[in-house]
């Protein structure tokens, strides 16, 4: 399932087309690409699943660009995304090769941009979602989120690269001679970061935003019970996969590319992925949906 999604997406034309200069897609043109990509293998979601499949990859994406320290750190966000993509697919080189090389038009087409440049793509990103305020379990958990499905943002923590720990005001006369310094005390704990983020192809991004929120170790803390915790740490040591685990797991996708199952609808190749808890919360969830978000879902046949 995902060799065939990241095939798509990474798609030599798509990229091509995703590239070119152009107005930023309106809600409605990514809504129908996100739901052509995540259709793009055997795996199938209805309409409610796939909105909240939707709400939170957006809310999260609005979440990594409102809290990035610098306009430039959109770039490191993307990094880390692309760095989490290649990890899924390290043992597929033609898939890997596709991925690196949406790597280099990345930083070929934006690693020259000015500051500038850099804050008018974030303002045009945070103007596309200003009007998005889903609540999202796993940051209002965190308090990351209020329950108005605003995002709080930290007042401490380490400042940008290349701005110095707030505290210091410094008068210069009209020859640019500094004559005089006053300091002043802060709410936040500030301290300066270490080093700068790797912009190269492979490297220490340094900034954690864009990496996996459900990971053990990611930047916003969940607060978990003792047990819950040690669960957790089991899971971290038993991250490297079985390698039998892996060929059962294709082996069943196989099986399942082959099959046909019958839906009351019609027929249909592939599995189901429920979002919810019941499906009877899913066809809930379908009934009350707005009528605005109703969008034609096309599905594409990835093993033609």
């Known amino acids: 399932v995902m060799n065939d999604i990241i095939t798509t997406m990474f798609n030599k ?3 091509e087309e995703l590239f070119k200069p152009q107005e930023l897609y309106s809600k409605k043109a990514l809504r129908t690409v996100y739901d052509r990509l995540a259709h793009a ?34 770039l490191l966000i993307t990094f880390n995304h692309l760095d989490a993509i290649k990890d899924f697919v390290h043992d597929s080189p033609g898939i890997l ?32 979602f200003q ?28 400042v940008p690269w290349g701005t110095e720990v707030p505290g210091l005001i410094r008068i210069f006369n009209r020859n640019g001679d500094e004559v005089k310094r006053t300091e002043f005390t802060t709410d936040g704990n ?42 957790a740490s089991c899971a971290k040591e038993n991250i490297a996969p079985n390698p039998l685990a892996k060929e059962e797991l294709n082996f069943l996708a196989r099986l399942l590319g082959g099959l046909e199952i019958k839906e009351p609808g019609g027929s249909e190749t592939g599995f189901r992925l429920n979002l919810f808890t019941t499906d009877d ?7 009350t949906r707005p009528e605005e978000l109703s969008y034609k879902v096309i599905n594409i046949e990835a093993t033609q």
């Open 131 to 158: 009007d998005m305020h889903i609540r999202v379990s796993i940051f209002l958990k965190d308090k990351v989120q209020n329950s108005n499905g605003r995002f709080v943002l930290p007042i401490s923590g380490p």
């Open 41 to 74: 293998s055997i795996m199938r979601l209805n309409q409610a699943s796939m909105d909240k499949l939707y709400d939170l990859m957006t809310m999260a994406f609005k979440y990594q660009v409102l809290l990035c320290p610098r306009p430039k750190d959109i």
């Open 190 to 231: 500030y301290v300066t970061p270490q080093r700068e983020g790797s912009f190269e192809l492979y490297g220490d991004r340094v900034l954690k935003l864009g990496t996996n929120m459900y990971s053990v170790s990611r930047p916003v803390e969940t607060h978990m019970s003792g047990s819950s915790k040690n669960v």
């Open 97 to 128: 090769n596709q991925v690196d090389e949406t790597f280099r038009q990345l930083i070929e087409t934006y690693g020259c941009l000015s500051a500038g440049e850099f804050q008018l793509i974030r303002q045009t990103l945070l103007i596309f």
């Open 281 to 287: 919360e899913e066809e809930h969830a379908a009934l």
């Open 13 to 15: 034309k798509f990229m």
